[in-house]
């Protein structure tokens, strides 16, 4: 286990040109891909956190890594969780980011982990999948998986962030605007919905937008794709229609009372709702919800969907290496 | 509401009916459809605070736009979170929703009167269906009744087909789909009888769905209709049965009904609309085309810039629909089609093209409940 992220520390220290090989891949911002690389690639873990990793792993003979494009680090996690499972690892990177898993892999000494791009997995005989991304992705890998191969799939999710009544608010929104560059948005831990006390909407709003287009001078939002913009403009035009939209160089905020769910990409929608209508919402999207970011983290975890992350604003991009990201399953 | 408010609503329905008429008269409209367009959005941004916003948003100053196109369209996704309407709460006569999400929310279009919402689908269905016919057809539906589904807009539509575009001698109760069930056997015994006295053309009215179950229950066997008949199917499949293309399933209903290709037509509408759509195909018009009524206009826009593409080019859908006179007469949907001669080409929803890793998509997020 030890290889893994003695391999990441070695990638953040001197990554060579695997920035440039990510800003291209990844449509990331040269500062983004920098930013994910300091400050999200989970180098730190501490032996407790690496035995919950290990205790959370399967045993096979052999684990087979399907990744998906985006989020660059999560490979680290990936191929932890399958090193600590099995003796053999076979790993096939998304094809638009093959870059972070093939330098990670190249500077592990531990024989028996290999990137196999070509490998497909319905070529699997035995052992296990480990695949990483949308539904729909799972649901084909499940359906022509070899016969005794077990799936595991870690799907498509999203956060939520929660302030609660007396948080600062200013400081709050700093801290959602921290969550959200990291990746652009991209990864699950990502909070698309900031849920704010009915007084506070409009402040949080302007705050928050604030405190985008203060971080995107520092590290711009990538490009957006032909279909991520179409999807962004169309939650423009809905929100402004039911609430108010702040439209900054590289984000969205919407403001509304009732939930409109942003597409990635910097855009986040803040719902101005009671107590009791925070919970309802949340538990109505529980089973999308992979991480909760909240201002007083100890006022929501009763409640708080009881498979997801739950830290303090600020934090959400940065889950301990202590098992999947995503526990839903 | 206003009395004055009222009184400008209904002279927009009148002007809206009038076009209808002239249609139903064969005659030439009454004024021009970016007159009335625009007058309908300067009548919804003074009176729907959510479609003033939307303007503002735009940059859009409703009141000196010169053309329907330069006036915002309302996207089909803000029926679901916002009220959608002119009028007071409580003044609606009826509410049409549409089917769920995962969030629970279903999308609602408010009327505060249906008169000209049915007199657009009258004229315009009978047009689309049975102009051909010199009688009544009997028709049936392989669908719910009202009882089960009283805020189904299209429920709603397919009553009022039953009621003025049928023959009313050919039976009782013409709806066979009751709590998730096709009654196969009575709509067996009601084509039988007439077949056998003779009777007119049928005219079947049906989800995709129900057809798709429909034809599974028959497996190999036929369902021959009267000489005539004709196929009316709607809608799509997501999550209510196996999915089926389009082509695969026209093909099985040719050959289950025994009607002609011609006689298979397709319609296509919304809840959040007040007009629908058809294959022209009855009328000498290629199949995949669909025509609109005068009163309506489909325009593919550039999904990014929301503009008009070029001739022929694919976009989404952004519907102008005159019936619309008191929530949103432009609404911008997500699916996509391209103009062709004789009218659009209905293409679907865009694939998600993406990668998203682990973010979870919109259509993801939102599939239907």
Redesign the interface.
Known sequence: MNDVIDAARHLARAPGTLISELTHATGLSHEGVVLGLAEHLETDATADEIAALVTHASEAPHVHVVLSANVFVAALRAIALAVAAAPEVTIRASSREPHFARALVARMTMPGVRVTPEARPEGVKRGEIHVYGRNETIAAVTATAAAGVTVRGHGAGMGVAIVSAGADVVASASAVARDVIAFDQRGCLSPRLVFVPPAAGPEFAAALSGALEALGRIVPRGALQADEAAEAERYASTVAFAGHLLRGAGHLVGFATSVVVPPPGRHLHVVAADDLAVRSSVAKLARSIVAVGASHPEAVARWAPPHARLSRLGTMQQPRLDGPVDRRT | MSCIHISEADALHARAQSFVKAYEQRAPMPEAFDSLAIDLARYQAAHCA??A??C???NVHIATISTAAEA????T??FK??R?ATFAEGQARVTFRTSGT????RGSHELRTTATVDAGALAFGRAALTADLEARPAVVVVGPPPSEAPDSSLTHMLALFVRELGDPSCGDDPWFLREGIIDLARLDERVSRLLQRGGPPVLLLATSFALVHFLDGLGEATFALPPGSRVMQTGGFKGRSREVSASELAAEIERVFGVDAAHLISEYGMTELSSQFYDATLRGGAPGVMMEPPWARVVPVD????EPVREGEIG?ARIEDLLNVESAFAV?T?DRVRRVSGGFELLGR?P???????????D???GGA
């Open positions: 959510g479609y916003r939307l503002a948003a735009k915002p369209a309302v996207p996704d803000a979170v916002a959608v995962t969030l629970g929310d999904p990014e810039t929301l989404i911008q997500a865009a998600g093209g993406t990668p998203r890793g682990c973010s979870i998509g919109i993801e997020l939102l």
